[in-house]
């Protein structure tokens, strides 16, 4: 499995990609860094802030090709192999010497927690993660230094003005198999939006029954009838007309106010 990148616009997205990448490979990922602003919900570009049009130099990082569409870096997030290094390692080595001095000095021990060595093999593999904002009004076709900079120009000249539309993108850069060492590392990812969807949506009803629970007024719980009947039959003919195997393990029943998943033995 060479190593990959994928595009996404919302953070929601990525984070189901990662655990996606996970389940498949059998791998985890903890978080080394992130940077500050990655998730800085009020960051705005400014006419400071350095214009890019393609990135292959930063190591580790995602390489973005040109497309046309110019952008600037909000942040990063790295994350490594959980059998990478120790992230709290240097702590340990802060705690070590308080232990060995309070044993030295024949003083009463007294009860504190351990400092044990982990399990970490020094897998290398890294997984990055990197936010970008991307201006489409100011695309390009010609790739030129010269179209470029009268590119950077302008949008750094409407900065200064006004507002600029913008779009959050997130590229993730996922390590390759090979990345891995000293484990074993399963099959390749294959990037499921409908998985995703489809666990917003199963969400978003839960949230919605819990919602129905709270609602006293008959004159509302009917207009929400009426609004559940309509979506159920915008629903209906997506549903293909053979019932799936195991299909009665997913149907939620109601009894006495509270929801109860039947799930046959």
């Known amino acids: 499995m060479e190593e990959q990148q994928h595009v996404f616009s919302d953070l929601r997205e990525v984070q189901s990609f990662i655990e996606q990448n996970e389940a498949a490979t059998m791998t985890k990922f903890v978080v080394y860094g992130t940077h500050a ?38 942040g990063t997030k790295e994350m490594g192999c959980h059998l990478g290094r120790d992230i709290s390692e240097s ?13 030295a000095c024949g003083r009463k021990r007294r009860k504190r927690k351990s400092v044990q060595d982990c ?13 970008i904002a991307a201006f489409p009004q100011f695309k390009i076709v010609d ?16 900065l200064r ?11 993730v850069r996922t390590p390759a198999a090979g990345a891995h060492a000293g484990h074993a590392v399963g099959g390749p990812v294959v990037w499921s939006r409908k998985t995703f969807v489809r666990k917003e949506c199963v969400d978003l009803l839960k949230r919605l029954a819990d919602q129905v629970h709270l609602v006293e007024e008959q004159r509302g719980l009917e207009h929400i009838k ?27 029943h109601l009894h006495n106010g509270q929801t109860e998943s039947t799930n046959p033995a």
């Open 37 to 74: 602003a990655f998730f800085d919900n009020q960051w705005q570009p400014t006419s400071n802030t350095r214009v890019f049009w393609e990135w292959s130099r930063g190591e580790g990082t995602p390489t973005i090709s040109f497309t046309g569409t110019p952008f600037m870096f909000i």
């Open 119 to 131: 399990k970490k093999i020094g897998c290398p593999a890294i997984l990055t993660v990197s936010r």
């Open 226 to 252: 009426t609004r559940l009947v309509d979506l159920l039959e915008d629903v209906q003919p997506m549903v293909p007309n053979e019932n799936p195997a195991g299909l009665q393990n997913h149907q939620v």
């Open 161 to 171: 003005r006004d507002p600029v539309v913008w779009q959050n993108v997130y590229v």
């Open 143 to 158: 790739n030129r230094d010269r179209t470029r900079r009268a590119a950077s120009g302008r949008l750094k000249q409407a």
């Open 91 to 103: 702590k340990k080595r802060k705690e070590r010497p308080i232990l060995l001095s309070d044993n």
